[in-house]
């Protein structure tokens, strides 16, 4: 018997080192990334195309587009000659639309294989990086390099093909170690100093399974606006609207969280179906409304995130939804998590009535869009891409199709990802529409968007960063993920940014 023990610790030591000394040679390989090698058409003429004005709804038919050094000069409706030194191309039947938004994802140190060509392949061609993924669960006080620096270096030197980062936050705020009634405001500025220090954008509240208390809350939104920057993020349920409206905060994030501030008597219940249940059975659209007036009055922009909010919960009981083709794209431990997820998740709520319930949140979800919107709340289109069974690039698209089903006619649902999100960042003057002056990133269409939401997928060319991508180089970017995310060296660095994640 002794002996037998004596053996399997022996497999188990082997099996152990082995695993070792293949990750260890995994983490080594060197990585390669999408590089940006199509030729600069810095001079570009786009001929007889129509153009989506995402501002009016309407389609500008038959014009020309000049551009020049990455920004479009000229739009005209005359004459079909060529002009001297500039390619061109043939839009016929094509529409032209701004280059889009996501408002609300988040990246990994292994972005550059994984994710970027992707974004570019679907026509992302900016974001907000709400979470840094491998660097915000890094102990605050150690040294940080952040991936966007990094990234931003590579851009210049290796011509990494990426999107156009607005901000890229790599910290959130869930708990504060240590904290009590009487030192709040000392701990919540030590915080916030330290923040600031490292160069966040913004100080991220992330309160899905911890809820801080409201006067901490309150206080770290005082503290960042002190500081010179802001708080924004998820709400939590314990606090007050109008006082974080009072106190300013720049975006609400996710569905799930503007949902308890929409029900009569909030309340939490131990089960989290049954506070479900409590929220359904106890929304009130007068409430609602008048929440919904108050968050367009103090100018807060709403970042629903369907696609990752409220939906997959109620979705993933459906085996198509698990079995998404999209998924060759997805990193393989990384899709071993989400299906880890997604058995617990389909047996924990395995009655008819439980899997009703999530379903009527999630469409609790989108009415409240609709009403936000119908309220004059200004509303962003943003994935949480990274979060399971969203998918960089692609769920974009994704999300613009929720918005027309909370209501949003296409055009509208447009703006949510092209004008709102440069007017967030104060840049109308250089992005969102298409427009003489403006930077020339542009999706090409096969078919009109403003008739159906879901043309915006079918991309016949994207115009970024001075590079006309064609549908042949649009799908090269797509296979050099679906390589990557099955590489070895990709799997080990993985697996070992998650270790590294948990100590
Ligand atoms: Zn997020």
């Not at 002794?2 to 990750?23: H, P, T």
């Not at 909030?266 to 609602?288: G, I, N, P, V």
């Not at 998590?337 to 009655?351: C, F, P, V």
């Amino acid at each position: 018997m002794k002996k037998i023990f004596k053996w399997l610790g022996v497999f188990l030591m082997s099996c152990f080192g082995l695993s070792a000394f293949l990750l260890t040679i995994g983490v080594n390989l060197p990585l390669t990334h999408y590089t940006q090698k199509e030729p600069i058409a810095a001079k570009l003429l786009i001929k007889n195309c129509h153009i989506v004005d995402v501002k009016n709804g309407t389609i500008l038919s038959n014009h020309n587009i000049r551009i020049e050094n990455g920004k479009i000069i000229a739009i005209d409706s005359v004459g079909s000659s060529s002009v001297a030194g500039f390619t061109v191309i043939d839009g016929s039947g094509k529409y032209v639309m701004p280059g889009l938004w996501d408002m609300h994802l988040h990246t990994l140190s292994l972005s550059p294989q994984l994710h970027f060509p992707l974004l570019i392949a679907n026509g992302v061609t900016n974001v907000r990086d709400m979470g840094d993924g491998d660097s915000w669960i890094s102990d605050i006080d150690a040294p940080l390099v952040k991936d966007k620096d990094s990234w931003d270096k590579q851009f210049t030197e290796q011509h990494l093909l990426m999107p156009r980062i607005w901000e890229s936050c790599s910290y959130h705020v869930e708990e504060i170690d240590g904290i009590t009634a009487q030192n709040t405001q000392e701990k919540v500025r030590e915080l916030v100093t330290k923040l600031k220090q490292r160069g966040e954008p913004f100080v991220k509240l992330q309160l899905e399974d911890s809820e801080l208390p409201a006067p901490v809350f309150y206080e770290i939104q005082k503290q960042a606006q002190l500081q010179g920057f802001s708080a924004l993020g998820h709400l939590s349920y314990n606090v007050d609207i109008d006082t974080v409206l009072a106190n300013g905060y720049p975006s609400i994030e996710h569905a799930w969280a503007l949902i308890p501030h929409c029900v009569r008597e909030k309340k939490r219940f131990e089960k989290d179906l049954e506070t479900k249940a409590y929220e359904l059975s106890h929304q009130d659209t007068a409430l609602t409304t008048a929440v919904l007036k108050k968050i367009a009055a103090a100018h807060t922009y709403y970042v629903p995130t369907h696609v990752t909010s409220n939906r997959k919960e109620a979705l993933v009981f459906d085996e198509k939804f698990r079995q998404d083709p999209r998924n060759q794209y997805v990193e393989s431990t990384q899709l071993r998590l989400w299906k880890l997820w997604a058995n617990l998740h389909t047996s924990g709520y395995d009655e008819p009535a439980q899997q009703e319930l999530l379903y009527n949140y999630y469409q609790r979800g989108l009415e409240i869009t609709r009403l936000a919107h119908q309220n004059g709340v200004k509303l962003l289109a943003g994935t949480d891409a990274l979060d399971r069974y969203v998918y960089h690039g692609f769920s974009l698209h994704d999300e613009l199709t929720e918005m027309t089903k909370a209501g949003l006619t296409p055009a509208e649902a447009l703006r949510t990802a092209t004008i709102n999100a440069a007017e967030y960042y104060r840049q109308t003057d250089k992005y969102g529409s298409v427009e003489p002056g403006k930077t020339a990133d542009l999706l090409l269409l096969d078919r009109n968007p403003l008739e159906n939401i879901t043309n915006t997928q079918a991309i016949h060319a994207v115009y970024f960063n001075q590079r006309l991508y064609d549908r042949n180089d649009l799908a090269r970017m797509k296979a050099s993920v679906r390589e990557q995310a099955k590489s070895f060296g990709i799997s080990c660095k993985f697996i070992w940014n998650m270790i590294k994640g948990m100590f």
